[in-house]
């Protein structure tokens, strides 16, 4: 079982930065590819970012390719999704998740096994 806690949310102006954290649980996180999602109001789940196990390979969305970066911290137990020159677009609740069957990351939230509760990050214009 792995467990996946969110943090960092909150309402910033837009063009500010947010720091979003997700801190796992579990000795074999390093072995786990991660990613980012997100879901705004009256809209699907959509793929923002991933991570390979050891970090070395990182996927983008368009959308966000260029503002946001994907890191991990395999000694922490933690990724961090750094969001840079927010957009009101990009309000939404934020999850992580993590793909236990292998370490190559996926944009698809279906090949994901464990999610976290979400953290909300509003941008105002």
């Known amino acids: 079982q792995v467990q996946l806690v969110e943090s960092g949310g909150g309402l910033v102006q837009a063009g500010h930065s947010l720091r979003l954290s997700c801190a796992a649980s579990?000795?074999?996180?390093?072995?786990?590819?991660m990613g980012w999602f997100r879901q705004a109001p009256g809209k699907e789940r959509e793929f923002v970012a991933a991570?390979?196990?050891?970090?070395?390979?990182?996927y983008y969305a368009s959308s966000v390719k260029g503002r946001f970066t994907i890191s991990r911290d395999n000694a922490k137990n933690t990724v961090y999704l750094q969001m840079n020159s927010l957009k009101p677009e990009d309000t939404a609740v934020y999850y992580c998740?993590?793909?236990?069957?292998?370490?190559?990351?996926?944009?698809?939230?279906?090949?994901?096994?464990?999610w976290g509760q979400g953290t909300q990050v509003t941008v105002s214009s």
């Open positions: 998740a993590a793909k236990v069957d292998s370490g190559r990351y996926s944009p698809f939230g279906d090949e994901h096994d464990y």
């Open positions: 579990g000795r074999t996180f390093s072995r786990y590819a």
């Open positions: 991570i390979s196990w050891s970090g070395s390979n990182t």
